[in-house]
């Protein structure tokens, strides 16, 4: 190891921090400064990656889950060779840059994850050695390892007082993820205070409380930080690995090296003496040596090398295995929809259990389907049959049991996604997706392709009481930009609901579904009701003569203004709205040919807040919802209570 270069590297990476920051007088020194002989070492070879390839399937992969940290991402990004020129590094946060303020996965080339709210990067991190845990274990034969990476991730004190991060690792440890490896920068300060005001823990016990192997080295040290790397990546143990790297924050600026004040930007006003007790030049600032630079020039050509070996292999497997490079490399099947059989006319059950049905079907046709439940599978319907459990003894199994963690197992079917090489679903009752909702929104801002599938949605959850009976929850999750929110009226609609989730490359969906049994709507063919869904809103019962008025509803309540159009009579129109996002992205022609505007006699039903339907109905219309909690009683005794019948339908019909 050569030390002097090393720490030629680390000195300048923190000139580097320290010039972005006080550019653009914003931003957080504290971790890329007392970080930076780890990243020395890491982007020195430690780390398994060629960034000419920077998608290459077998690289180790780095999470920075202390995201605001980002200038220490960034500038072993461009030390190593990523495509980030010394541009961008002086364009830190500024308009259009691909330097923001917290790593974008979408926005910076070697980023992996979307990462700023701390402890998510931890779950992410989970997710990914999930994903290449089961790749290893689906892919690799006894002639030809294409998948045996390992999984980095950086963090901090507060990354791991996070409640996330806590239920991540204790589900990492309890299945066996030993391609995993966090490095703890344990530098004892959180952001207002030193650590010791709101922590006392032992954070090596911690961790082998739950199962996990922990060491605690000196972080300063290259030739400390290289054995405790080299030594977790060669325990295959069914341990995930710590290393807990004591460091000082903020080290360089001796002003506020090792207080809270170093955290953020707090020391760029003493920057110039900092780069010259560090022996930069005064005159140049965003200096990288000739020496660094051919350094990393000569790292980049070893990791050639290995990829070059690794991309041999791929080819021979591929060669050798072609059903299996065929699926490795598949997408969703386009008529995904045609392999969900149709069902009986007379079905009737909960879209929870029509959930149940569909999935099957859908993990036949895409074998790199997989999904999770909270604990519910028995409530959420969801567990593949065959498809065998995710452990640590059985690592290519596609169902994950999360436990009671709802945070990470969002955070985790991140990883996943993020990872590309299978498609996640988690499952809980809608009332916890607040529980999950910081990773639903990271998911919609990264346009990761999750798929939630939340059950009992709405007041016919019944004797549980408002507690459990979500009625914010529906149209809280539809604000969120770029999530698709489906609320299924019944079996055909769910299968519709599969479908759009799947085919969906570009954001998250959830899945809505009752607890309470609904008839199957036949006034259309299967194929018309699930493309319906596809479209977001369709007319489930055209109107006999001229047009008057229209019921929109979703999901249960469709049913009743179905019912209640019936009794009506002629001239009115039932439109189901299974997804207002979707609906949202036809074109206008398309929209008028449902909801035609000349047409302002308009009633909505829904069992949630009434809020978001007004934008359909106008002020000429109404809506039938719920603006209050539940109650506790049985769900049907609850509906007709909160005015959730046909026969509310027909009365606001009359009134208008």
């Known amino acids: 190891m050569n030390t002097a270069i090393l720490s030629q590297a680390a000195t300048q990476a923190r000139g580097l921090a320290m010039d972005a920051v006080h550019a653009c007088n914003s931003g957080h020194l504290g971790l890329p400064l007392g970080c930076a002989e780890i990243g020395?070492?890491?982007?020195?070879?430690?780390?398994?990656?060629?960034?000419?390839?920077?998608?290459?399937?077998?690289?180790?992969?780095?999470?920075?889950?202390?995201?605001?940290?980002?200038?220490?991402?960034?500038?072993?990004?461009?030390?190593?060779?990523?495509?980030?020129?010394?541009?961008?590094?002086?364009?830190?946060?500024?308009?259009?840059?691909?330097?923001?303020?917290?790593?974008?996965?979408?926005?910076?080339?070697?980023?992996?994850?979307?990462?700023?709210?701390?402890?998510?990067?931890?779950?992410?991190?989970?997710?990914?050695?999930?994903?290449?845990?089961?790749?290893?274990?689906?892919?690799?034969?006894?002639?030809?390892?294409?998948?045996?990476?390992?999984?980095?991730?950086?963090?901090?004190?507060?990354?791991?007082?996070?409640?996330?991060?806590?239920?991540?690792?204790?589900?990492?440890?309890?299945?066996?993820?030993d391609n995993l490896i966090l490095i703890y920068d344990s530098n004892d300060v959180t952001l207002d205070a030193m650590a010791d005001r709101t922590q006392g823990e032992d954070a090596e016990a911690y961790f082998k409380s739950q199962q996990w192997d922990a060491v605690t080295i000196d972080g300063h040290d290259f030739a400390a930080i290289a054995a405790a790397i080299e030594k977790a990546k060669a325990d295959d143990n069914g341990r995930p690995k710590v290393i807990i790297a004591k460091t000082v924050i903020g080290k360089g600026i001796p002003q506020v090296a090792g207080t809270a004040a170093a955290h953020g930007e707090g020391g760029a006003k003493f920057i110039d003496e900092a780069r010259a007790g560090l022996g930069l030049p005064a005159d140049q600032h965003f200096y990288v040596s000739t020496d660094v630079y051919a350094h990393f020039a000569a790292v980049k050509d070893e990791q050639k090398k290995g990829y070059d070996a690794w991309t041999a292999t791929f080819n021979a497997w591929t060669a050798a295995n072609p059903e299996l490079a065929a699926e490795l490399n598949g997408s969703v099947p386009a008529d995904l929809s045609a392999q969900i059989p149709a069902f009986a006319a007379d079905y009737k059950d909960a879209t929870r259990g029509a959930g149940g049905v569909v999935i099957q079907a859908v993990a036949k046709a895409v074998p790199q389907y997989i999904t999770g439940s909270a604990d519910l599978y028995g409530s959420t319907k969801n567990y593949i049959k065959d498809g065998g459990d995710f452990s640590a003894s059985n690592p290519g199994g596609r169902n994950i049991w999360f436990g009671i963690r709802e945070h990470a197992m969002g955070a985790i079917c991140n990883g996943i996604a993020y990872d590309g090489l299978f498609r996640a679903s988690g499952a809980t009752f809608m009332v916890f997706a607040d529980y999950v909702r910081p990773s639903i929104r990271l998911a919609a801002l990264s346009k990761l392709p999750v798929t939630y599938i939340f059950t009992h949605d709405s007041v016919g959850v019944g004797e549980d009481g408002p507690t459990h009976q979500p009625v914010e929850t529906v149209s809280g999750l539809r604000v969120i930009p770029n999530l698709d929110v489906i609320r299924p009226a019944d079996a055909e609609e769910t299968a519709g609901a599969f479908v759009a989730a799947t085919l969906r490359t570009d954001g998250p969906t959830m899945l809505s579904l009752t607890r309470q049994a609904v008839p199957l709507m036949n006034e259309l063919s299967v194929e018309e009701r699930r493309e319906g869904v596809l479209k977001g809103a369709y007319i489930a019962k055209k109107e006999t003569g001229d047009l008057k008025l229209i019921l929109l509803g979703s999901g249960s309540e469709l049913q009743h203004a179905i019912a209640a159009a019936a009794e009506l009579g002629d001239g009115v129109r039932v439109v189901s709205v299974p997804c207002f996002e979707r609906f949202d992205r036809q074109d206008s022609a398309y929209q008028e040919s449902v909801l035609p505007a000349a047409v302002t006699k308009r009633i909505a039903i829904e069992a949630g807040v009434s809020g978001l339907w007004w934008k359909y109905v106008g002020l000429g219309g109404k809506v039938l919802g719920i603006d209050r909690f539940g109650i506790s009683a049985p769900g049907n005794t609850v509906m007709k209570e909160l005015g959730m019948t046909k026969d509310d339908v027909v009365a606001a019909a009359k009134a208008l």
């Open 40 to 177: 020395a070492v890491l982007y020195s070879g430690a780390l398994r990656q060629y960034p000419d390839a920077p998608k290459w399937l077998n690289r180790d992969r780095f999470i920075l889950s202390a995201g605001h940290g980002s200038m220490f991402l960034y500038t072993w990004l461009h030390l190593s060779g990523y495509d980030l020129p010394l541009d961008e590094l002086k364009r830190f946060r500024q308009l259009g840059s691909h330097t923001p303020g917290h790593p974008e996965s979408f926005e910076t080339v070697g980023v992996e994850a979307t990462t700023g709210p701390l402890g998510q990067g931890i779950g992410n991190a989970v997710g990914f050695a999930l994903s290449g845990k089961r790749a290893a274990a689906k892919y690799n034969t006894a002639e030809h390892a294409i998948f045996d990476q390992h999984v980095f991730a950086l963090h901090g004190d507060g990354c791991l007082q996070e409640g996330v991060a806590k239920e991540a690792i204790a589900f990492a440890g309890h299945t066996g993820l």
